[in-house]
């Protein structure tokens, strides 16, 4: 037995928010975890301060699945963004302190490695076709084997995941710092009407080979979602993701009688229910859960290996409001298992490297959780205490009668 001696909750702000967990057992072996929700992130932090961390203290860091039954059922109240995101942190440094006390690379505990790297797929956006060329050229120079493309469309202001200032790089995260939500307008029918021709400018461009991804947010309703996939069939995308919102499981049946583009769901849901239908139904192909908000290391591998019963694969998320603890917790999860699928970076910029030096690595268009002992990664306080909490929201979208939609 190893008791836990301390766990502090840290919240810094290298160029976005993010809260990190940090356990340290009896015998000084360090673990973090990633607890950053974007746009709500000191909810998570004063529910690891003010009601879980007391609880950790003396109980045994080994004893990873019973601290993640404990967190969870004793609770009484189950799952949510919040309570998940705080015990995915909790999971992590336990999972962390382990490998580090194992001298080993956390993959190797979860079952060593499935394959010799991870692919990834990175983002482009553009105003127009001209600014998005630009863009996904600039990622297939990189190596990037996989591109999402966003495109702003006519007659519409802002959109999500287009670049605010496009010079090549996605610029569109992190959310709009000190400030209150920014609203943007949506129109569904133009959206429609603009982005087959898009991806059909996108293949004629760029041919066949590269992977391309589209991001829908969660937009349209399910008619409207099987038309798009329906519409995009002849390009040949990766992934439609997040095409209808999914609360509704059941939803998903229709948009699945009428395309076979393939279809990810996931980024905001935090448990194995909210993927039950979805999965046992095989209503989706990719599981876009991220480790932070999913419970974890413990909780996202259940996941997945719920999934890899009907051959749907992950897809985990992985923009920049995942930290690089989280990152790296994905990239061991992505490297161990079977059904792995593909998993999306977004670097994070220098300020977050001040912070947490990690030991993952890209090249060519894929990934490697490195070899370093636990999750690889350190974080420096004393760079931390330079950039203290900033709030800052996600923006809102609004429909042209100024109705609240879907963000
Ligand atoms: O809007 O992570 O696919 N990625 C996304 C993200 C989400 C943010 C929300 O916190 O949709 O950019
Ligand atoms: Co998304």
Known sequence: MTTIR????????????????????????????????????????????????????GLDAHRIEDTWQFLYRSAYWRRGPVTMSAIAAVDMALWDIKARRAG????QLLGGASRAGVLVYAHASGGDLAQLGDSVRARLAEGYKAVRLQVAVPGMGSVY?????????????????????????????????HLPGVFEWARAEFGPDPMLLHDAHHRLT?????????DLEPYD??????????????????VRQHTVTPLAIGEVMNSIHDFRTLIQEQLIDYVRASVTHTGGITGLRRIFDFAALHQVKSGSHGPTDISPVGMAAALHLDLAIHNFGIQEYMAHDALAAEVFRTSYTYADGMMHPGNAPGLGVDYDDEAASRFPYEAAYLPAARLVDGTVHDW
């Open 222 to 230: 399910p008619i409207q979602a099987a038309r798009l996939g329906r």
């Open 237 to 254: 995308l990766f992934w439609l993701e997040d095409c209808t919102p999914a609360e509704n499981q059941e939803a998903l049946r229709l």
């Open 161 to 193: 995941g287009v670049g605010a200032t496009v010079a090549g790089r996605y610029a569109y995260e992190p959310a709009k710092r000190a400030g209150l939500t920014v609203e943007e307008g949506w129109d569904s029918a133009r959206y429609l009407r």
């Open 6 to 57: 301390s766990a502090e909750v840290l919240v810094s702000s290298p160029s976005r928010n993010f809260v990190t967990l940090r356990i340290t057992s009896e015998d000084g072996v360090v673990g973090l975890g990633d607890a950053t929700l974007n746009g709500r992130e000191l909810a998570v932090a004063s529910y690891l301060r003010d009601h879980v961390t007391p609880l950790l203290i």
């Open 104 to 107: 080993m690379p956390l993959y």
